[in-house]
């Protein structure tokens, strides 16, 4: 049980006599993915804060023009984007070339992910 001094840790999470930003020496960045909304960027952002806090560099994961694009770099992480979006709303046009944009938007994913070489993929949102 953790005294008023000391805060309560996670029986995963290690110690806190351990450094939790580097266990083993790793760097790597944890990789955030959120957007579209407020209701999946702020909790991701609230995560990614409490990692930094910890040392853990964090870098995020969005879609081109979204909320996120706005909203993350203001608290100095950063982003990379893909060339995707949402369907709704965009006509019968936009539905026949989602396969394509999807299968562009899983490679340049891919992509990113080798370069970033996250130790962590944490996603928010979608069902």
Known sequence: MATPSQKPVHPYAGTQQQ????????????????????????????????????????????????????????HGIHIDTLAISGLRGKGKLALLGAPLRVLRAIRSAGFIL??????????????
């Not at 209701?39 to 990614?48: N, Q, R």
């Not at 969005?62 to 909320?67: K, L, N, Q, V």
């Not at 080798?114 to 069902?127: H, T, Y």
């Open 19 to 74: 450094s939790a930003s580097r266990p083993n020496g790793d760097a790597r960045p944890v990789l955030i993915m959120a957007g579209g909304t407020g209701g999946h960027i702020f909790p991701g952002l609230a995560v990614a804060k409490v990692l930094r806090e910890r040392g853990i560099p964090v870098t995020w994961l969005g879609a081109d023009g979204a909320m996120e694009t706005r909203l993350v770099p203001q």
């Open 114 to 127: 080798r370069e970033r070489n996250p130790r962590a993929v944490v996603a928010f949102g979608g069902f």
